[in-house]
Structures are given as C-alpha cells and as structure tokens.
C-alpha cells in the first residue's frame, strides 16, 4: 500500500535561502509515517497504548533537488522491507506543482516497550499490521 502526504514550505522550515533546511525533510516523512499509521487505524497513539514505541535505528536521506518556501510537497510512503525484528520504509518527496523529486527517504525503526527494551521479535500485531501494507 502507498501512502500519500501533503505538507506545505513555510518560512520557519527554510534557511536564509529560503530553501527548505535539510532537516526538515526528517519531520516531515516523521510526519507522513504517523498519517500512514492512521490511516490503518493502528495510529501512534493505538500503538503506544499496546506498549509499542517504534523508534528509528537508521535514516538515509538521498537530495536531489530544492524545494522552498511555499512549494507544496507530497510524500509517498511504503513498507519496503519487512523482517521479524525490523521494519524499512521508503519515502519519496516531490514538489506538487512540477512532479518533481526532491528527496528520497529510507528509515528503519524496531519495536521497543515503553521502558526502551528492544522485542527481540516485533509484536504479531504490528508485524502482521506491516506486512499487509507492504507491496
């Protein structure tokens, strides 16, 4: 399943440039996975309740081209690999108006307990959540 996000440039996630801050692009795509797991009615908050935290392990971000102030970007968001213990989803950004790719985005998260304790297998639910999302 694709995911898709929409997010507005303003000035507060741009340089002096006027040029989105590299950065940004991490909340951003924090932004679009948290959509993505609503839209699956198993929200952040849902998982959190079932004492699943998820939390990054590795972010790779490839820039290819600007985006700045008052583009409006889409991210596309899929489960791209998926094991027992880990979870990778890629992240393309494009500039709405051109079709442009700004950014690609490859983040792996694992499943951890409230207290930070690693699952050394992630929780059924959550691993049968990704696997059905996954292309």
């Known amino acids: ?42 929200s952040m908050k849902y998982l959190e309740n079932k004492g699943i935290c998820t939390p990054l392990v590795e972010a790779n971000i490839k820039y290819k081209h ?20 880990r ?3 890629l992240q393309k950004i494009k500039n709405k108006e051109t079709n442009q790719e700004v950014a690609e985005v490859r ?5 951890t307990d409230k207290e930070g304790n690693l699952y050394r ?3 059924q639910e959550m691993f049968d959540m990704l696997k059905s999302l996954q292309n």
């Not at 983040?107 to 499943?111: E, G, L």
């Open 66 to 85: 600007s985006a700045k102030v008052h583009d409006v970007l889409i991210i596309e968001t899929i489960v791209d690999k998926l094991t027992p213990l």
């Open 87 to 89: 979870a990778e989803m």
């Open 1 to 42: 399943m694709k995911h898709l996000y929409e997010v507005k440039v303003y000035h507060a996630d741009t340089d002096c440039y006027g040029i989105v801050w590299h950065g940004t692009y991490l909340r951003f795509c924090e932004q679009a996975r948290c959509e993505f797991a609503a839209a699956t009615n198993k």
């Open 107 to 111: 983040v792996t998260f694992v499943c």
């Open 121 to 123: 297998k992630m929780p």
